[in-house]
């Protein structure tokens, strides 16, 4: 388990063509993106965006990670484009729905990276479904409880509401004290973040909320045996550090990276983002 600050940057990113199709899974009727990669042999990377976010958001992530790297990524049911689910759901159902998606794509196995919300659907779906998890990127997340350490009660609050995607006059004023880091300081990163928005749907925002407020990863994260990097922001107000400490020492095999910045890293900082990934993910 390491701690670093110095700065790994990775080559200017040049936009990738995203191939979006619409598949069946069960009653569920989900969009999915494929961001094909130029190099066959490697292992694919399976991505998990935040509570209430679609694919398009962590756009600059995937073109930072360099187009040798085949990206599949998906709306949760009711955000972006895919369907309002007609019921309640666990993290254990989502991840077997993952688990699906990533057979749909062509792939047994991938590399999962999992950003705040989608970082605890990342732990599920490498504890359910282990053979399907070569490696587990975990950014600006927490454990669950009652092993995380939770936002402040204002932050909380404005979580709780998927009012931040639906009001973009409401995101411009709150994405400083939401997201910390750059977002308090970068006027035009938070319009470019707006740009990229999907609105989701209340039912959808609803039943994620319920799904992680009924998950812990606390009977089993202690067993998960993939090689683990743990990416926490020194300034995030959803997810405080100290989760990313945690997260480090519950992980048997984990290492810990702080940057220099807030909870949406891998938007505020995608180059710096992607190189630590990509340093991680190359180690045979």
Known sequence: MSSSNSPQVAPSPEKRAMKLRQIKVGAASLRVAVWPGTDAQRTPVFLFNGIGGNLELLEPLVEALGPDLEVISFDVPGTGGSASPGAPYTMRTLARLAAHVLKQAGHQRADVIGVSWGGALALQFAHSHPGRCRRLVLCATMAGMPLGWPASPAVFRKMLTPRRYLDKRYMERHAGSLYGGRFRLDPQLVRSHISRLHKPTWVGYTLQLAAI?????????????????????????????????????????????????????????????????????DIE
């Open 213 to 281: 407020a009924a998950w812990s990863s606390a009977a089993w994260i202690w067993r998960l045996r993939q090689p683990t990097l743990v990416i926490s922001g020194v300034d995030d107000p959803i997810c405080p550090p100290i989760n990313g400490h945690i997260l480090a020492r519950l992980i048997p095999q984990s290492r810990l990276e702080i940057l220099d910045d807030g909870h949406l890293f891998v938007v505020a900082q995608p180059e710096v983002s992607a190189g630590r990934i990509r340093g991680f993910l």
